[in-house]
Each structure stands twice: as structure tokens, then as C-alpha cells.
């Protein structure tokens, strides 16, 4: 198996963190790819030119993180990170969900910053910022009541926090949720997310 990645993308670092925990991170090799460029190998897997894009033994792709997650958690080994059915099921659904939508918010923030100055809306920037704040409030309330220590919610959340870090650290919701700061503490210390932790391709000359 293949996995289209990049060593920044959180929602690749989702996929990695789910591949590395069920025991599948040796049997998927890592192909960088260009997603905001011209990648014809990622096109034909994926019409979206989006990453993470799984392609299986067989040939057929799998996109996006939420399925691929789905599909590892299905095949690896270990305890299940998506309880099968009933309320534990739609908790780690909604947090999976939460924590995406606080990356796409965040990757929103990112890319508009990257566009000149004067083209940036201040208005939408600051709604992205305070959505991301409440979501951090959220996942404090949630991620305790999340079935076990480890399910895709909470990786899920900890790549959402680790990439708030990463890209917009003037974010300091640490101060204002020091339970969720002191779950994210040890989160991070795990082997899969040590593994994972983003870094920026070399500038070229
Ligand atoms: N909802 C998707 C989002 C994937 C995504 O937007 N990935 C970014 C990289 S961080 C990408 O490939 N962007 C290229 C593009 O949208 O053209 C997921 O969960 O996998």
C-alpha cells in the first residue's frame, strides 16, 4: 500500500498517528506529494489532488482521512479506535468531526495569511480564530467522556492541537483550557506522535 503524504499536513499526520497505532506503518509506503501543485500520480488516485489519498493493495484509492482512518482502524491490530455502534460510536464520530473541522479552520487561516496583506479578510480570519477557540473549549468538556484513552477522536484532537502549535501558536489556548493542555502533554509524548511531529520541507535556493 501506498500513502500520498506531506511532512506538514495534519490531516496526513491523522492518518500516520491511526497507521503507526493499529500496526500498519509497515506495510504502507510514504510518497511525497505535491497537493497544491501539479502531481499527476495524485490526480489520477484522487481527482481532488487532496492529501491524504491511501491506495490499497489492489489498486483503488481511499480518501479522505475520516474513511481512510475508518478503513485502517477496520484492518490493523488492537483495540478498536471507532467503538462499532450505539453512543460511544457517535461520541468519537463527533470528535473526529470537531477536530477535523478545527484543521480545516485552521488551514483556512494559514492560507490567507499566505495571500498578500491586503487581500486578507479580517472579518472571516477572526471568525475562523474564534470557532477555533470554542472548539478547543468543546474538546475540553469531550474528550473525557470519550470510551478509553485512545480512540480516533482523540488522535484525531491531539493532531488538531498539534498543529494549532505548529502553524498558529499565537493561539494560546493552553491558558484558557489547562485540562485540555495537560491531556495534549501526554498525548504528544506518544511514539506515533513523536513520529509525526510536522516539519517543514527545506526552503529551496
Ligand atoms: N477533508 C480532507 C482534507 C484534506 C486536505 O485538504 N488536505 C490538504 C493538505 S493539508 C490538501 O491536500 N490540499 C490541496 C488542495 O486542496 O488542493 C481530509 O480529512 O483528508
Redo the contacts with the bound molecule.
Keep these: 500500500m501506498q500513502l500520498f503524504y506531506s511532512t506538514t499536513?495534519?490531516?496526513v499526520r491523522k492518518v500516520r498517528v491511526t497507521m503507526i497505532e493499529k500496526g500498519l506503518a509497515g506495510h504502507i509506503d510514504l510518497r511525497l506529494a505535491n497537493?497544491?501543485g501539479v502531481d499527476e500520480a495524485l490526480r489520477a488516485a484522487n481527482p481532488l489532488?487532496?492529501?491524504?489519498t491511501l491506495i490499497l493493495d489492489d489498486g483503488s484509492a481511499l480518501?479522505?482521512?475520516?474513511v481512510i482512518c475508518a478503513w485502517l482502524d477496520a484492518h490493523g491490530e488492537g483495540p478498536e479506535l471507532i467503538p462499532p455502534a450505539g453512543a460511544e460510536h457517535w461520541a468519537v464520530r463527533r470528535t473526529e468531526a470537531l477536530a477535523?473541522g478545527m484543521l480545516d479552520d485552521a488551514?483556512a487561516v494559514v492560507m490567507e495569511r499566505r495571500r498578500a496583506m491586503a487581500q486578507e479578510d479580517p472579518v472571516l480570519q477572526t471568525g475562523r480564530i474564534e470557532a477555533l477557540q470554542r472548539a478547543c473549549a468543546r474538546l475540553e468538556s469531550d474528550l473525557p467522556t470519550l470510551p478509553g484513552a485512545l480512540t480516533l477522536g482523540h488522535i484525531a484532537a491531539g493532531c488538531a492541537l498539534g498543529y494549532l502549535g505548529f502553524r498558529l501558536p499565537e493561539i494560546d489556548w493552553r491558558s484558557a483550557h489547562p485540562r485540555l493542555a495537560g491531556w495534549y502533554q501526554s498525548f504528544a509524548e506518544r511514539p506515533a506522535m513523536v513520529e509525526t511531529v510536522p516539519v517543514d520541507p527545506p526552503h529551496q535556493p
Design positions: 499536513s495534519p490531516y497537493a497544491h489532488s487532496r492529501i491524504p480518501y479522505d482521512s475520516p477535523d488551514v
